[in-house]
């Protein structure tokens, strides 16, 4: 669904975020970012947050204190279909999170064949190969975030090699493909166990 979604349409190209508005998803990160990257690109995509939660009012207001609210859309909790749709128009994807599991919206960007810039933590690396399918950088530090962002900017050749790399990633991580590991780690178990009874 990610891959076939119509991408929504904005008056201006945009950059994407999102999740919960909780201190772990490091949202407060990101528009520190990107500020930072207007700063050097003043062209640079807009940056749209999709989500809400208990720190909405307290990111709108660091937006707003750094200048740039006008440069930043918070669209709130969107339906499956809403956030596919977002995913498919974006520029690239960011997940600037302080702690993560594994970061499932990394895997629905790659899917919509957009590049990721993302945090090292967690899990997130078994999905974001840095370099390969997308961008890591450190948690907490906005100024590495926003030289990926600024990387992916100046270098667009970049960007869509590490889209695509990541939706052929994402490819092996939908439920067929997992199943077919499932079966395949159940098969070599019950072949050493009959080995080992024999």
Sequence with gaps: EFATAEPEHRHRPYLLAAGRHVHAKGLDILIDAYRLVL??????????????GEERTELETRATA??????????GRCDRARIAKLFKGCALFVLPSRHEPLG?????AMAAGKPVIATRVGGVAEIVIDG???????????????????????????AEQLGKAGGRNAASFDWPSIAERYDSVYEDACARAAYRRS
Aim: charged content about 20%; proline content about 9%; aromatic content about 4%.
């Design 39 to 52: 700063e050097r690109f003043p062209s640079a995509p807009d940056l749209v947050i999709a989500g809400d």
């Design 66 to 75: 750094h200048g740039i609210a006008d440069r930043v859309e918070f669209v």
């Design 104 to 108: 499932i919206v990394n895997l629905e």
């Design 132 to 158: 390969v399918t997308g961008l890591l950088t450190s948690p907490g530090d906005p100024v590495a975030l926003a030289d990926g962002v600024c990387r992916l900017l100046e270098n667009p050749t970049l």
